[in-house]
């Protein structure tokens, strides 16, 4: 069971504007532990979208954004295009137990 | 470019073994930390374990602590992961992914394509 919870779907029409976010709590997210972002297209391996909060590495359109306040992390996308369509997973770091990265439940996000 | 490339994934019966690997090539292999990250089918990603670059610090999920074994060689730029005591909830996707110079937790920036573990009778 993860620590890290987000909606289990999203959807916007082209064009629009979505927001997923990555809950998580006082020993992962809100210990100050950085947030990344992975989108996974369907039969796929996962692709880092964005890093460090809210870094997009290189080929990563500006479309894709992410932020970060207290036990929380969102990851919005702008301008929602049909290739956008994917499952989005949140990952962060957890220091109870032994300690250990931790992904998000999962997103599916839907192009209407 | 960094390519990842795992194999030796396949059909197994509970408690059986199977070694996966994972091939690398396009950056200097010895100098980083390399993952093992796993999907069950219709599910979520788990951190199953983690290397460091000599191979001096390994991570293991709970899930599979005392029956995976991670490995790699550098000489080979291949890693490693030996699954023994498989059991049903052990099939997944298995990727590959590299991490960072410096940390095992650092964001995958690289997957490898995955290969598939189903562990059944």
């Known amino acids: 069971q993860s620590v890290l919870t987000q909606p289990p779907s999203v959807s916007g029409a082209p064009g629009q504007r979505v927001t997923i976010s990555c809950t998580g709590s006082?020993?992962?997210?809100?210990?100050?532990?950085?947030v990344h972002w992975y989108q996974q297209l369907p039969g796929t391996a996962p692709k880092l979208l964005i890093y460090?909060?809210?870094n997009r590495p290189s080929g990563v359109p500006d479309r894709f954004s992410g932020s970060k306040s207290g036990t929380s992390a969102s990851l919005a996308i702008t301008g929602l295009q049909a290739e956008d369509e994917a499952d989005y997973y949140c990952q962060s770091y957890d220091s109870s137990l032994s300690g250990s990265g931790v992904f998000g439940t999962g997103t599916k996000v839907t192009v209407l | 470019q960094v390519q990842l490339v795992e194999s030796g994934g396949g059909l197994v019966k509970p408690g059986g073994s199977l070694r996966l690997s994972c091939a690398a090539s396009?950056?200097?292999?010895?100098?980083?930390?390399m993952s093992w990250i796993r999907q069950a089918p219709g599910k979520g990603l788990e951190w199953v374990s983690y290397i460091s670059s000599s191979g001096s610090t390994i991570y293991y999920a709970d899930s599979v602590k005392g029956r995976f074994t991670i490995s790699r060689d550098n000489a080979k730029n291949s890693l490693y992961l030996q699954m023994n005591s498989l059991r049903a909830e052990d099939t997944a996707v298995y990727y590959c992914?590299?991490?960072?110079?410096?940390?095992?937790?650092?964001?995958?920036?690289?997957w490898g394509q995955g290969t598939l573990v189903t562990v059944s009778s």
């Open positions: 396009g950056f200097t292999f010895s100098d980083y930390y």
């Open positions: 992914a590299r991490g960072g110079r410096s940390s095992g937790w650092y964001p995958p920036g690289y």
């Open positions: 460090g909060n809210s």
């Open positions: 006082s020993s992962n997210i809100g210990a100050g532990y950085d």
